[in-house]
């Protein structure tokens, strides 16, 4: 499958922004998702995840009571809508597919190419 993450911005912090995967290729309801993110000089962070179905999240402890997760399988499309940001939340956002694992990076099949986050204080 091959995803295409969008929606990445410049936003102040308290802000909201909503990204977006767009999944081709293969039958996207087929596949657990997940949102990951890397800062500069960090490694790559997990950040939620979603049951094929949708009827089950997860997420990292920091973006828990922030970020929300959520799949249109209809549309093919996985979004992350984030609110009350921080400058901490800085990143380049990454959607992924098919994990293992679903918090683990190395566990996944699938990467879209990041969309940046950029979060001023």
């Known amino acids: 499958v091959q995803l295409q993450a969008y929606g990445g911005g410049l936003v102040q912090a308290g802000g909201s922004l909503r990204l977006s995967c767009a999944a081709s290729g293969r039958t996207f309801s087929n596949y657990a998702m997940g949102w990951f993110r890397q800062a500069p000089g960090k490694e790559r962070e997990f950040v939620a995840a979603?049951?094929?179905?949708?009827?089950?999240?997860y997420y990292g402890d920091s973006v828990k009571g922030r970020f929300t997760i959520s799949r249109d399988n209809a549309k093919n499309t996985l979004y992350l809508q984030m609110t009350s940001l921080k400058p901490e939340d800085t990143a380049v956002y990454y959607c992924a597919a098919n994990p293992k694992t679903f918090w683990s990076t190395a566990t996944y099949d699938f990467w879209g190419q990041g969309t940046l986050v950029t979060v001023s204080s």
């Open positions: 979603i049951s094929w179905s949708g009827g089950s999240t």
